[in-house]
């Protein structure tokens, strides 16, 4: 089993629909969690964070956990052209908190965004 | 207010060659990650340092690969005998505080081997 899924897309939506991301840990131990955005050749950009199970919400994007489900998602609202990326789901095993734990995220292979004029 | 420098952009190597890539963390960051993004593929931990150490190389081959992070100066990671399979997009992170809180990262660089 790998230890971050993520469908790899391409996923299409309309501009100004909601573009829903996907993404499951097998780490039930996994603490911390990130999306970040890449853009072709470019690097990766963190757009959000979430440590607790629940939502957060950040202008357009919205995070939510589960860590019952193992299960990490972003929703993108009024999506846009500019969203057009692939969407990275990172995983790290450490406490944000304490600083302590593991160095290492564990990244997903990425789902790719495209977001239709 | 320079973010992570990655120098260069792209390095071409033919097979038995060194590579060496260079990143300069963004200022007041002393800690610095690597990772490797082969094509389709997510991104790879390699290794993590502070100044004058290596803190986690666990994510890095045995062989051939090394990274320095030195008193003064960018971090280098350094790729000797180059293999074909080494071709890849590497990237440096750097942040504020060691516990990947956000990481910032570099523009990478994109190794051919050819």
């Known amino acids: 089993q790998k230890e971050v899924e993520q469908n790899s897309g391409p996923l299409s939506v309309p501009e100004g629909a909601i573009a829903s991301l996907n993404c499951t840990y097998s780490d039930r131990g996994s603490q911390s969690f990130f999306w970040y955005r890449q853009y072709s050749g470019k690097s990766p950009e963190l757009i959000m964070s979430?440590?607790?199970?629940g939502d957060k919400e950040d202008g357009r994007f919205t995070a939510q956990l589960n860590k019952a489900s193992q299960y990490v998602s972003l929703l993108i609202r009024d999506s846009q052209p500019s969203d057009s990326a692939t969407y990275l789901c990172?995983?790290?095993?450490?406490?944000?908190?304490?600083?302590?734990?593991?160095?290492?995220?564990?990244f997903g292979k990425g789902t790719k965004l495209s977001v239709i004029p | 207010n320079a973010g992570v420098m990655q120098n260069p952009r792209h390095l071409v190597r033919r097979r038995g060659q060194e590579a060496r890539l260079r990143c300069s963390p963004m200022k007041g960051h002393s800690h610095v990650y690597w990772y490797r993004q082969l094509p389709e593929e997510g991104l790879k931990f390699m290794v993590y340092l502070q100044k004058e150490n290596i803190i986690d190389e666990s994510g890095m081959p045995k062989e051939r690969f090394s990274a320095e992070f030195p008193k003064e100066g960018p971090s280098i990671l350094r790729i000797q005998q180059v293999v074909r399979g080494d071709s890849a997009a590497y990237f440096c992170?750097?942040?504020?505080?060691?516990?990947?809180?956000?990481?910032?990262f570099g523009s990478g660089t994109q190794l051919s081997v050819l």
């Open positions: 979430i440590y607790s199970n």
């Open positions: 992170a750097s942040s504020p505080r060691g516990n990947n809180e956000k990481l910032f």
């Open positions: 990172a995983v790290n095993k450490g406490s944000a908190d304490s600083g302590a734990g593991s160095y290492q995220l564990t």
